[in-house]
């Protein structure tokens, strides 16, 4: 991105090798805002990785809550076929 706004897209493409389309969309975004470009450090790396770490784990916690759910509706769709089969006798 940064050779892109110093030198153009059009050189930017040729010297990266990265098809012009693809870079003018990226520079596009960036300027809309679209797309994150800070700069990276070991500091914020860091980071990066922590905010990785706790989403995975969020994740995890959300499928084994998603599981918990759709096991009770389960039961509680078993319940009700159960009581309305007994309402029917």
């Known amino acids: 991105m940064k050779l892109a706004l110093e030198v153009g897209v059009k050189q930017a493409s040729d010297e990266l090798k990265v098809p012009y389309g693809t870079l003018y969309g990226w520079v596009q975004a960036a300027k809309n805002?679209?797309?994150?470009?800070e700069e990276r450090?070991?500091?914020?790396?860091?980071?990066?990785?922590?905010?990785?770490?706790?989403?995975?784990?969020?994740?995890k916690r959300l499928n084994k809550e998603n599981k918990w759910l759709q096991e009770e509706r389960d039961f509680l769709n078993d319940a009700a076929a159960f009581f309305a089969a007994s309402r029917r006798k």
């Open 41 to 59: 450090t070991p500091e914020n790396a860091m980071s990066l990785a922590e905010e990785i770490r706790q989403l995975r784990s969020e994740v």
């Open 33 to 37: 805002g679209d797309l994150d470009i």
